[in-house]
């Protein structure tokens, strides 16, 4: 299936630029998109897909695994014998909401059982995201079951699957993006604390924009090849940004009055924890290794303050403005000290 390009999505800035830094830096915690319906949430979502580079994998193993990691964290890399390792697309998994449980975590492998009589696992959709991302639509629409065994695996980067006899444990590092309408329902909070990044996409209201998107949008649909084609220069541009700002990354500096603005800035804004200024941190220094700056500048910070911040803010009942206002606020009254 043709997915349309990254690069030709028009608009929608803030949420383009807090997928890139997510796969900079998956250690940022994932992206929410939050928003209206038609606004290119999922369309962004599928195009990063293919515009990740490949990354080293052990061949035939069904969890990704990096061969330059010790085999004993993998059931399956564990049973020994030589590691032939390839290049592998970046894994970018869908989580239905329809999803069963044994589908998401895995379950006994039933073909084996009844034709060997074996007691065999077969990985489900948290072991094919590993290393890669993990995509929910309608996310805020998740059954509360499946939230929490989300929350216990990304937390811990291991998936436990404990049944019928079995007895498995298995690497489940993967980035979370989710989407979703504010309309049908809010997340959980627990769930929300785990995003890294959370965006809010809006219809776009100038006349040009709304004319362009259309445009391209039909071309695509008309002849995806061909549409594609016209893009395939940018989008490489792009991954090979990704790729330099991937081993820019380790060496990125972080002056002392940059972390010193960071935590000025949640101290303001009154965020639980400390999260928010090492989510800040992790997404200014992504975004200026995407950018091929030196050092991590305030000007980074403010830039993203808004997408790492606007879902970490206690509820003020005195205080009417949205949240996205309130970190702008903050952010123009910190920093003009």
Same mark, same amino acid.
Do not use: W
């Given at each position: 299936?043709?997915?349309?390009? *990254?690069?030709?999505?028009?608009?929608?800035?803030?949420?383009?630029?807090?997928?890139?830094?997510? %796969?900079?830096?998956?250690?940022?915690?994932?992206?929410?998109?939050?928003?209206?319906?038609?606004?290119? +949430? $999922?369309?962004?979502?599928?195009?990063?897909?293919?515009?990740?580079?490949?990354? +080293?994998?052990?061949?035939?193993?069904?969890?990704?695994?990096?061969?330059?990691?010790?085999?004993?964290?993998?059931?399956?890399?564990?049973?020994?014998?030589?590691?032939? $390792?390839?290049?592998?697309?970046?894994?970018?998994?869908?989580?239905?909401?329809?999803?069963?449980?044994? /589908?998401?975590?895995?379950?006994?492998?039933?073909?084996?059982?009844?034709? #060997?009589?074996?007691?065999?696992?077969?990985?489900?959709?948290?072991?094919?995201?590993?290393?890669?991302?993990?995509?929910?639509?309608?996310?805020?629409?998740?059954?509360?079951?499946?939230?929490?065994?989300?929350?216990?695996?990304?937390?811990?980067?291991?998936?436990?699957?404990?049944?019928?006899?079995?007895?498995?444990? #298995?690497?489940?590092? *993967?980035?979370?993006?989710?989407?979703?309408?504010?309309?049908?329902?809010?997340?959980?909070?627990?769930?929300?604390?785990?995003?890294?990044?959370?965006?809010?996409?809006?219809?776009?209201?100038?006349?040009?924009?709304?004319?362009?998107?259309?445009?391209?949008?039909?071309?695509?649909?008309?002849?995806?090849?061909?549409?594609? /084609?016209?893009?395939?220069?940018?989008?490489?541009?792009?991954? +090979?940004?990704?790729?330099?700002?991937?081993?820019?990354?380790?060496?990125?500096?972080?002056?002392?009055?940059?972390?010193?603005?960071?935590?000025?800035?949640?101290?303001?804004?009154?965020?639980?924890?400390?999260?928010?200024?090492?989510?800040?941190?992790?997404? %200014?220094?992504?975004?200026?290794?995407?950018?091929?700056?030196?050092?991590?500048?305030?000007?980074?910070?403010?830039?993203?303050?808004?997408?790492?911040?606007?879902?970490?803010?206690?509820?003020?009942?005195?205080?009417?403005?949205?949240?996205? %206002?309130?970190?702008?606020?903050?952010?123009?009254?910190? *920093? $003009?000290?």
């Amino acid at each position: 299936m043709t997915t349309f390009p *990254f690069s030709a999505i028009v608009g929608q800035d803030e949420m383009r630029r807090a997928l890139l830094i997510a %796969a900079v830096d998956p250690s940022v915690g994932g992206v929410l998109v939050f928003g209206d319906r038609g606004t290119g +949430k $999922s369309t962004a979502i599928r195009g990063l897909a293919a515009l990740l580079p490949k990354m +080293k994998a052990v061949a035939g193993c069904p969890y990704s695994c990096d061969p330059g990691q010790p085999a004993e964290s993998c059931p399956h890399c564990a049973k020994g014998g030589p590691r032939k $390792s390839g290049l592998v697309p970046v894994p970018v998994v869908d989580l239905p909401l329809g999803a069963t449980e044994d /589908r998401v975590v895995g379950a006994l492998d039933l073909e084996r059982a009844l034709a #060997h009589g074996e007691k065999a696992f077969e990985p489900g959709l948290l072991a094919r995201a590993n290393r890669g991302f993990l995509y929910i639509d309608e996310v805020n629409l998740l059954d509360d079951h499946l939230v929490d065994l989300l929350l216990d695996v990304a937390a811990s980067g291991v998936n436990t699957v404990e049944r019928e006899g079995l007895s498995v444990r #298995h690497p489940a590092r *993967f980035v979370l993006v989710g989407s979703g309408n504010p309309e049908e329902g809010e997340l959980r909070p627990q769930l929300l604390d785990r995003f890294g990044l959370a965006v809010e996409v809006t219809t776009p209201t100038d006349l040009p924009t709304r004319i362009d998107v259309v445009r391209r949008r039909d071309a695509f649909e008309r002849d995806p090849d061909g549409f594609c /084609r016209g893009y395939e220069r940018a989008d490489r541009a792009l991954q +090979k940004q990704l790729t330099a700002a991937r081993a820019r990354l380790p060496g990125m500096d972080v002056p002392d009055a940059t972390l010193e603005a960071a935590a000025r800035l949640c101290l303001a804004l009154g965020t639980d924890g400390l999260r928010g200024e090492l989510t800040l941190m992790r997404t %200014a220094r992504a975004l200026a290794a995407f950018e091929g700056a030196d050092i991590v500048a305030i000007d980074h910070l403010k830039r993203i303050a808004p997408s790492a911040l606007r879902h970490r803010l206690r509820r003020n009942p005195l205080d009417e403005a949205g949240s996205t %206002a309130r970190v702008t606020r903050a952010v123009e009254q910190v *920093f $003009s000290q």
